[in-house]
Nanobody, 123 residues
Framework: VQLQASGGGLVQAGGSLRLSCVVS????????MGWFRQAPGKEREFVAT????????YYADSVKGRFTISRDNAKNMVYLQMNNLKPEDTAVYYC?????????????????WGQGTLVTVSS
């Protein structure tokens, strides 16, 4: 399974970005998907997760109400819509997939990772 994230860039505070992640393979619709981020000098942290059907989602408190995770199982894609971005959202964002049956928020509970895409929010 290979994951490829894209969509990062430089944006001003208050702006928006949409990250995309394409997943190879025919079993995408069975995976719980997640987005994580890692700022310079900090540990990787959970951002959002979505169930295989897309019916259930869960967010970190720091992004709740501003970010939306979604998926398109027909296209093997997962997205992260980020609105009202803040300088503290600056980080490398990673998509991840897990075969575990429930929503997961820990780094170690994910089996596959993409390479990351850099989001920089200027003040």
């Amino acid at each position: 399974v290979q994951l490829q994230a894209s969509g990062g860039g430089l944006v001003q505070a208050g702006g928006s970005l949409r990250l995309s992640c394409v997943v190879s393979g025919r079993t995408f619709s069975t995976y719980v998907m997640g987005w994580f981020r890692q700022a310079p000098g900090k540990e990787r942290e959970f951002v959002a997760t979505i169930s295989p059907s897309g019916a259930s989602t869960y967010y970190a408190d720091s992004v709740k109400g501003r970010f939306t995770i979604s998926r398109d199982n027909a296209k093997n894609m997962v997205y992260l819509q980020m609105n009202n971005l803040k300088p503290e959202d600056t980080a490398v964002y990673y998509c991840a997939a897990t075969r575990r049956p429930a929503l997961q928020i820990k780094v170690n509970d994910y089996d596959y990772w993409g390479q990351g895409t850099l989001v920089t929010v200027s003040s």
